[in-house]
Nanobody, 118 residues
Framework: QAQLVESGGGLVQAGGSLRLSCAAS????????MGWFRQNPGKEREFVAK????????DYADSVKGRFTISRDNAETTVYLQMNNLKPEDTAVYYC???????????WGQGTQVTVSL
């Protein structure tokens, strides 16, 4: 059964950096696009970034362009999200998923909390 486990979140000051990881197990994701989403309490989950199965194409939400970089290591079935110049508005629980377009295909994992302080 497919499983996604996010990690790497934490508390960081504005302007700082974090690197999130998403480890995929139970299935082979090397032929699938994958992406990151984030959600705050009371708000809808929003798209953050996407990467194609080969890693050759990426897509970002306007709010994170130029600050976040998505990458993947298919040998380890892991997707990363490098987040630089973090802002308080980036505070959220971050989730990864397998994508079709920007549509997530699997059940959500537990996510990883990112908190950015002033």
């Amino acid at each position: 059964q497919a499983q996604l486990v996010e990690s790497g979140g934490g508390l960081v000051q504005a302007g700082g950096s974090l690197r999130l990881s998403c480890a995929a197990s139970g299935r082979t994701f090397t032929s699938a696009a994958m992406g990151w989403f984030r959600q705050n309490p009371g708000k809808e989950r929003e798209f953050v970034a996407k990467i194609s199965w080969s890693g050759g194409n990426t897509d970002y939400a306007d709010s994170v362009k130029g600050r976040f970089t998505i990458s993947r290591d298919n040998a380890e079935t892991t997707v990363y999200l490098q987040m630089n110049n973090l802002k308080p508005e980036d505070t959220a629980v971050y989730y990864c998923n397998v994508l079709l377009g920007r549509t997530p295909l699997l059940s959500w994992g537990q996510g990883t909390q990112v908190t950015v302080s002033l």
